[in-house]
């Protein structure tokens, strides 16, 4: 473990930042507003509202976990 310290410190040291990439993951095509048309956006959006006025939503915890589920299937 101190050696791996060690070496990651002296990389940090040549390149002066850390030496690998840190990013989030790119976001899954089912989330990703950017990567949506304003007719798709529009639509989720207006599926959501209506299913919130009308209760047919999920509660928080399913829908966190069908997020969940789709992220890994991508």
Known sequence: ????????LRQVSL???IPFRVALPD??????ADAMSDEELRGIFATGLREAMTG????APT???RMHEDALAD
């Open 56 to 59: 047919e939503g999920a509660d």
């Open 27 to 32: 976001a899954p095509r089912s989330v990703d």
């Open 63 to 65: 829908s966190f976990a």
């Open 15 to 17: 390149t002066g930042g």
């Open 1 to 8: 473990m101190s050696t791996a310290v060690d070496m990651f």
